[in-house]
């Protein structure tokens, strides 16, 4: 499994979500034969589950005490080892009375056995530490990659490392600790993670279990309303495929076949009459994680056109009159996966200047970013500081920003020194602020969106409709090309440290429409509409997905 750990399509209905019964928190998982071992970290349970049918066994009925809180675990022959709060314990799986191997003084998150090494995860440590099971002896110890808690498991050369925060897994050498890529998980809260090895018809398969809690509507006979939101339990083991293409340099994980639809709704809020009307609504990209299959049009037909490469649908009315109705739109049926670019500050330290057509285009104010005021000025030199590498200056800015900046939702777009000024920001101020910096330090930047699929990927065959649209960006390399950086998801503590599992990285859900263009546009004999009239004044939109199917790599 050293890039790749996808199964044949003939495979796929074998390889399932694992839901076993009664189980509450999944971290720690291990294959035992054909069989994965389970710990429920808060009922206890040492859980033997059945891959193909959910069949599940508690193994250790007179010794739940004993796991209770557990994460880690790992099976080496005929010996388990579990991490328990500052502990890392092993025990004979017949008889399954724990004994210490090693006390730390921070909680331990994940163990990981190959022969006579033992691989243990710390987040508080912000180490993965290396001891030698005869003498427990520290021998060495690797950096944690990610910022969030950490469970591992070995297979091979290869240790593999998933991170909750960042939702996603590293693949990391052995011997070394050097990250060989990292995928993102098509899940958020991978908790544990464990590796059927490679048989006769098939390859190794990498699995990881899921734990968090899920918000429901709970129907209460005895509320009135009857009713409530609450939350419950949600945990799950699913197969990740990931496959790491070496000449691109970007790792994909599991995919989607979607479909989406974009339709507006002719349905003016004051009494228009408009002429020679061209109402321009950007088409999905093709890219290297996301492929066109189909587009067809919605209510009326449309003529294609591209601008500036991108595809964009065009519909015309020669009058369109205050009580005029339509609806209008397109369907596309895409194939999303997620990506992860893989390249490192070293990878840029010689790259080319920035193209002179490039310059002259992504590096302007061409979007109200007020790039000519003091404050946005200022933070542009704060944000970098004397930082010249431009991989590493680009993260500056972002972690800079998220410093700055707090998340919120408003009815209208402010430009950069107002948000800065301000403190908070829509995903749509992230992105003005993000490119303004950029932009002032010399790096090209372009706007990206326009919305995510609702992550509920096993709502399959379920029409989903997403609250709210988004935006993000991408950043050029020169000699690279262009890579996505998201706007705000990643901004969720306070001061740091900051997950990166969106800087150069998409989930499958991440739709890409209109890179470095506007999204949607209507012109009435050739000119923009007045100042006064919005596109939001003239037609409702209606948005909407349907996840068909899992894909293979």
């Known amino acids: 499994m050293t890039s790749a750990s996808s199964v044949p399509p003939s495979q796929l209905s074998q390889r399932r979500t694992i839901r076993p019964i009664g189980a509450a928190a999944m971290y720690g998982i291990a294959f035992r034969g054909n069989h994965l071992i389970a710990i429920d970290s808060v009922k206890g349970h040492l859980l033997q589950i059945d891959p193909i049918g959910d069949n599940t066994k508690i193994l250790n009925p007179r010794q739940v005490t004993d796991f209770v809180d557990a994460t880690g675990l790992a099976i080496w022959g005929d010996t388990l080892w579990f991490t328990k709060e500052d502990s890392v314990y092993f025990c004979e799986l017949g008889s399954l009375t724990p004994e210490l191997f090693v006390t730390l003084s921070y909680p331990i998150n994940g163990v990981a056995v ?306 800065l000024d301000r403190g908070i920001g829509s995903c749509g101020e992230y992105v003005g602020v993000l490119l303004a910096l950029a932009r002032l330090n010399g790096i090209a930047c372009r706007t990206i969106g326009r919305y995510k699929c609702p992550t509920y990927a096993e709502q399959q065959g379920v029409p989903l409709q997403p609250d709210y649209n988004h935006v993000w960006l991408e950043f050029y390399v020169p000699g690279f090309g262009w890579l996505p950086m998201e706007s705000n998801p990643d901004d969720l503590v306070d001061n740091g440290p900051y997950p990166s599992r969106f800087f150069m990285g998409l989930a499958w859900y991440h739709i890409e429409i209109g890179k470095g263009i506007s999204f949607e546009t209507v012109t009435s004999k050739g000119q923009p509409l007045p100042e006064e009239m919005s596109i939001g004044e003239l037609a409702l939109n209606h948005i909407r997905f349907t996840i068909l199917e899992e894909l293979p790599i």
Not at 125 to 136: E, N, Q, S, V
Not at 288 to 316: C, S, W, Y
Not at 395 to 414: A, C, E, T
């Open 114 to 419: 190959w022969e006579s090494t033992i691989y243990v995860a710390c987040q508080k440590a912000g180490y993965i530490l290396i001891f030698d099971r005869t003498t427990k002896r520290q021998i060495t110890k690797f950096y944690a990659p990610g910022v969030g808690v950490e469970n591992i498991a070995v297979q091979g050369e290869e240790l593999w490392v998933c991170d909750q925060i960042e939702q996603t897994v590293y693949c990391l050498d052995r011997a070394t600790g050097k990250i060989q890529f990292s995928v993102l998980t098509p899940f958020d809260s991978p908790t544990g993670l464990a590796i059927l090895p490679a048989s006769a018809n098939d390859r190794a398969t990498l699995y990881v279990a899921y734990a968090s809690e899920e918000p429901y509507i709970r129907d209460n006979p005895n509320a009135e309303p009857s009713h409530e939101l609450t939350y419950r339990d949600r945990t799950f083991i699913h197969p990740l495929d990931c496959h790491y293409d070496f000449v691109g340099r970007y790792a994909l994980s599991n995919g989607y076949l979607i479909e989406m639809s974009y339709a507006e709704e002719l349905f003016p809020l004051e009494e228009v009459e408009l002429e020679q009307v061209e109402w321009q609504i950007a088409l999905p990209a093709e890219t290297a994680r996301q492929k066109v299959r189909h587009v067809e049009p919605i209510g009326l037909p449309f003529t294609e056109i591209e601008k500036d490469g991108q595809r964009v649908a065009v519909f015309k009315f020669d009058t369109l009159k205050p009580d005029e109705r339509h609806i209008f739109g397109w369907k596309a049926l895409l194939e999303v996966r997620s990506i992860k670019h893989q390249l490192t500050p070293v990878d840029v330290e010689r790259i080319p200047p920035l193209s002179p057509e490039f310059q002259a285009r992504y590096l302007v104010d061409d979007d109200e970013l007020a790039m000519d005021t003091a404050i946005v000025r200022r933070a542009a030199r704060e944000a970098i500081g004397t930082e010249t590498n431009l991989l590493r200056k680009i993260f500056k800015i972002r972690n800079y920003v998220y410093d700055k900046l707090s998340y919120g939702i408003k009815p209208h777009i402010d430009t950069p020194d107002v948000v």
